[in-house]
């Protein structure tokens, strides 16, 4: 259960707040600012905005709370500096940022600031997306699907927008009928790709390489797996047996067979045990 927040902490967080607001706008003073956060744009941000987001990530899947309060208070530069960007040409400001979010959360709970009273979640998410399409002036078929999945494709990172993709189609019935299914259409795919790569051009190829990894998606869905959870453990984990493999050895990897960097990978994997995270 939340936590109600005390007058003086409330008021110790706006103080922080407002000390970090200050502070950007230090940084972004036309005379005395730093010439790299004066230069920067909207578009010059993308990138650390995003290499924030999956910093937070990381700091969570690590579960030490003081590297997610850092790597949070850096996901909230990224916010506060694109908010004095916009400042500085005229067009909104942090007081909007703040205020338009929480009004669209007032909005989109009426089962907890209006007079709807339910639990149901099902009915929650669909109050959601209803007044989500109103807000958004989406008049069209509210059946239609394909404009949200093309949203997903434009916006979010492929594993990830397969996986919402593959949620919301499976929701409006298209869908296996068990997943023995999906198996065989995984083995259907995976033969279709094996033919592409001995016989068709690049083109091809990478189309049935796509569709091996979508029918993965769908396959991680059925068994209840995040599928980006699952490759950023994989890639943790390689990363610490690769790790483990060069610290035993004596000269560079490219000079041992592939006999004996088998045996060290072996190695590693015996000594890191049974390593999930």
Not at 84 to 90: E, L, R, T, Y
Not at 171 to 200: D, M, P, Q, T
């Amino acid at each position: 259960m939340a936590m109600a927040t005390s007058p003086q902490h409330r008021a110790a967080i706006l103080t922080a707040l407002g000390r970090l607001v200050d502070v950007v706008a230090d940084l972004r003073h036309p005379e005395t600012g730093c010439p790299w956060d004066l230069e920067q744009t909207h578009k010059t941000l993308i990138p650390y905005a995003i290499e924030e987001a999956y910093e937070v990530v990381d700091a969570i899947h690590g579960g030490d709370t003081a590297h997610i309060a850092e790597e949070l208070g850096d996901l909230l530069l990224q916010v506060v500096l694109h908010a004095q960007v916009a400042q500085d040409a005229g067009t909104f400001d942090l007081q909007v940022v703040a205020d338009g979010i929480a009004d669209k959360l007032i909005r989109r709970h009426p089962h907890v600031f209006g007079d709807l009273k339910t639990n149901d979640l099902e009915e929650i998410h669909r109050n959601w997306d209803k007044i989500k399409a109103a807000e958004k002036g989406e008049t069209g078929d509210p059946h239609r699907l394909s404009p949200k999945l093309h949203k997903y494709s434009r916006t979010l990172p492929p594993l990830m927008a397969a996986s919402k993709i593959s949620v919301k189609a499976a929701k409006a019935g298209f869908e296996w009928e068990s997943v023995e299914g999906v198996w065989e259409k995984f083995h259907e795919e995976l033969e279709e790709f094996r033919a592409a790569i001995a016989h068709e051009p690049h083109e091809n190829q990478l189309a049935e390489l796509g569709d091996i990894l979508f029918t993965l998606v769908n396959l991680a869905r059925w068994h209840g797996l995040d599928p980006s959870e699952a490759l950023q453990g994989t890639n943790r984990r390689f990363i610490h047996r690769f790790e483990q493999v060069e610290q035993a050895s004596d000269r560079p990897l490219a000079d041992y067979s592939l006999e004996e960097l088998e045996a060290m990978w072996q190695q590693a994997k015996a000594i890191l045990g049974a390593e999930k995270s």
